[in-house]
């Protein structure tokens, strides 16, 4: 059964660079989905940062200056990088697979881990 | 790009029937048919309920159907039961080649 774990610092300092991985189990990442990630500010809704599949990807555009995905194969994981960060990125971050391309629903989902921005 | 429009919540009794609409533009819903619903309960992972505006995915109740007009999609849930109180996100493909999801609606079985 495939499963995502989403890791990483749980409080990043402003203008800093968050970075979070998800690790694959259950499944390769190597199979050519497309793999994303998505946000939930407290209380707020969902919000589409972006998704990859390592040779293609997909931003929003509102981050897009400031984001960046990657699969490392070698450890079955992906990863997320966003720069400069400011309060306004605090967020329960959340790693996820489409179904198959960018179109498709995201099927499977981490845990989610909540990143708080704050000096 | 901006959020898709959805109610912040509604509710309904046990056995009732109810319907989140999910509200976008000719960039994103009025466009394509990849419109998804997800339900949410807090603390634990979204899960895919609909996708392609109708689709259920297996193992998903027959209680939940989707459909769209325009730049509307809708999300009806049938029978109410307990379980069903959550979140609803709706999400849509978008001529960016990108995803926008809507606010989330909070259903509350009474």
Known sequence: ?119 | QSALTQPASVSGSPGQSITISCTGSTTDIATYDYVSWYQHHPGKAPKVILYDVKTRPSGVSDRFSGSKSGNTASLTISGLQAEDDAYYFCSSYTTLMTLVFGGGTKLTVL
């Open chain 1, 1 to 119: 059964q495939l499963q995502l774990q989403e890791s990483g610092p749980g409080l990043v300092k402003p203008s800093e660079t968050l970075s979070l991985n998800c690790t694959v189990s259950g499944d390769s990442i190597s199979n050519s989905f497309y793999w994303g990630w998505v946000r939930q500010p407290p209380g707020k809704g969902l919000e589409w940062i972006g998704s990859t599949n390592g040779g293609s990807s997909s931003y929003n555009p509102s981050l897009k200056s400031r984001v960046t995905m990657s699969l490392d194969i070698s450890k079955n994981q992906f990863s997320l990088k966003l720069t400069s960060v400011t309060v306004a990125d605090t967020s329960t971050y959340y790693c996820a697979r489409h179904h198959w391309r960018v179109v498709d629903p995201l099927d499977v989902w981490g845990q989610g881990t909540l990143v708080t921005v704050s000096s």
